[in-house]
């Protein structure tokens, strides 16, 4: 029977705890401050990352960038799980079609495929939602299932799940440029509030909101819109620095989504903060 490994990036979010546990691989993504490129998560902690981000900000008057793993860091990653005895990976990370973290992972998987099999998945997200398709292929491989289930599985999730937050810092949007319909809520004559989903893959003003609050509110009703109906089955609070202030919101979201399981709340990481900026707050779902 093959031995099957899960690896993904430091966009999942997922809590250290969990991914150990789970058996999954996190491989860091790249914050860029200057000249200076530091491993997501390893060389800097979100907390650093809030800080050095405002004193950067001041200093320069510029943003941090990041920047996807090298298919060397995929080749070396590949091979460490080769020498370990695995005969299969799959590797799944952030939508293609705002990151060319896939790009690097497939380049490299051509390299290792005399030594292990490598099946890379584009999550078509982020965060959390990426982490839950991430839990499913575990829960399988757990079974005794094989890659192909495990990759079913993935699918399986990406097809009843979301992601969506709101934003308290539009200049990270303008900044990095990868979010659609910034320009709408910059250019709004009222400071509004945008609310951001992840569609088809890539990152969507879908809303917008007078308020903080009644941004939070529209999180929730896209959630709900997207279920249509079906319970949920997994959910976790996603945050730009905010931990308490998420975890308050995490018993509010919960019961207006019927939801009765334990939240995981989880800090976005300063990948992801980069282009989203401090103070984000969300929700990624799945459904039955």
Not at 108 to 136: N, P, Y
Not at 247 to 262: D, M, P, Q, V
């Amino acid at each position: 029977m093959s031995r099957i490994a899960l690896l993904t990036d430091t966009t999942a979010n997922m809590p250290r705890e969990l991914a150990a546990e789970l058996g999954i691989r996190q491989l860091p993504v790249y914050v860029i401050f200057g000249n200076e490129s530091l491993k997501d998560y390893e060389e800097i902690s979100p907390e650093e990352f809030y800080r050095r981000l405002v004193e950067y900000k001041q200093e320069t008057g510029n943003m941090p960038t990041t920047s996807q793993p090298s298919p060397a860091d995929f080749v070396a990653a590949y091979e460490a799980l080769a020498d370990e005895g695995y005969d299969e990976v799959i590797s799944v990370h952030v939508t293609a079609k705002a990151s060319g973290t896939c790009q690097s992972a497939q380049i490299a998987a051509e390299e290792v495929k005399d030594r292990i099999r490598v099946h890379v998945v584009d999550s078509a997200t982020t965060s959390m939602q990426m982490g839950f398709m991430l839990m499913a292929a575990a829960e399988v491989l757990k079974r005794g299932g094989t890659a192909e289930e495990a990759l079913a599985a993935i699918e399986d999730v990406k097809s009843r799940s979301a992601l969506f937050f709101t934003v308290t810092e539009l200049e990270h949007l303008a900044a990095s440029g990868r979010t659609q319909g910034t320009e709408k809520a910059s250019q709004s004559a009222l400071k509004v509030k945008p609310v951001v989903g992840l569609l088809d893959g890539v990152p969507k003003v879908v809303n917008t909101a007078r308020t903080y609050r009644a941004a939070l509110q529209e999180v929730i009703r896209q959630v709900k819109d997207a279920a249509q109906g079906a319970p949920i089955v997994n959910l976790a609070v996603v945050h730009g620095g905010i931990y308490e202030k998420a975890k308050a919101w995490a018993t509010e979201a919960a019961e207006a989504l019927g939801y009765t399981g334990e939240v995981i709340v989880t800090d976005f990481g300063p990948a992801l903060a980069v282009h989203f900026g401090p103070g984000l707050l969300g929700l990624a779902a799945e459904w039955e």
